[in-house]
């Protein structure tokens, strides 16, 4: 058990809806990063939050967002799912620069 | 894109024997992270090297990094039918004050009981 927590662990959806992946880092972790793993473009780096505030943005569509809110928790947002989207998406936590950064167990997401 | 390549993409040996797993990269880096993934499901951290290290271990896995070569390997000693799984290395470089992970596709392991 990493001490990462992610919710839900499975979600079903259809084109076009929107939906919301949860993340709670370790405690005392400050920053969070979510990915994405799908078969053609293996795992990526989507983005960072650190404190509350957006550190770095990798490889996310228009059509994702994502905050951390002040207890430290983060959410993705997903929103005018395509087929595509159909992913594992993975949110990791560290407890500072150069650390290691622990993975939660991860959302899978059908898209239909 | 991907900054690290492992090799071979898949590798399946018998209980008992070693395996060996290498990951290349491209730019400089501030460390090195082996995980493991067991069929979807979540990633397992397994060690870390920093790039002023050269070889470190952990149990029956031994980690090499040489940064002239831009390369690390994965020696996963007296494997056990448990160690099956896909293993991926991942490397950060301090971009803009993040260390965002930049991963491989991952090498592919059976171990045959």
């Known amino acids: 058990d990493s001490g990462v927590t992610q919710t839900p662990k499975h979600l079903i959806t259809a084109t076009g809806q929107r939906v919301t992946l949860r993340c709670s880092p370790r405690?005392?972790?400050?920053?969070v990063y979510w990915y994405q793993q799908s078969l053609d473009q293996g795992l990526q780096f989507l983005i960072q939050?650190?404190?509350?505030?957006?550190?770095a943005k990798g490889n996310i569509l228009e059509r994702f967002s994502a905050q951390q809110f002040p207890d430290l928790h983060s959410e993705l947002n997903l929103s005018s799912l395509e087929l595509g989207d159909s992913a594992l998406y993975f949110c990791?936590?560290?407890?500072?620069?150069?650390?290691?950064?622990?993975f939660g167990p991860g959302t899978r997401l059908t898209v239909l | 894109s991907q900054q690290g390549e492992e090799d071979p993409q898949a590798l399946s040996i018998q209980e008992g024997e070693n395996a060996t797993m290498n990951c290349s990269y491209k730019t400089s880096i501030n460390n090195l992270q082996w995980y493991r993934q067991n069929s979807g499901r979540g990633l397992v951290h397994l060690i870390l090297?920093?790039?002023?290290?050269r070889e470190k271990h952990s149990g029956r896995l031994r980690v090499t990094l040489d940064t002239s070569k831009k390369s690390s390997s994965l020696l996963i000693t007296a494997s056990r039918a448990a160690d099956t799984a896909s293993y991926f290395c991942?490397?950060?470089?301090?971009?803009?004050?993040?260390?965002?992970?930049?991963f491989g596709k991952g090498t592919k392991l059976s171990v045959i009981p």
């Open positions: 990791a936590s560290d407890g500072g620069p150069t650390d290691t950064q622990y």
């Open positions: 405690s005392g972790d400050l920053s």
């Open positions: 991942a490397t950060d470089a301090r971009r803009a004050g993040s260390y965002q992970l930049t």
């Open positions: 090297i920093r790039s002023n290290e």
């Open positions: 939050y650190y404190n509350g505030e957006e550190r």
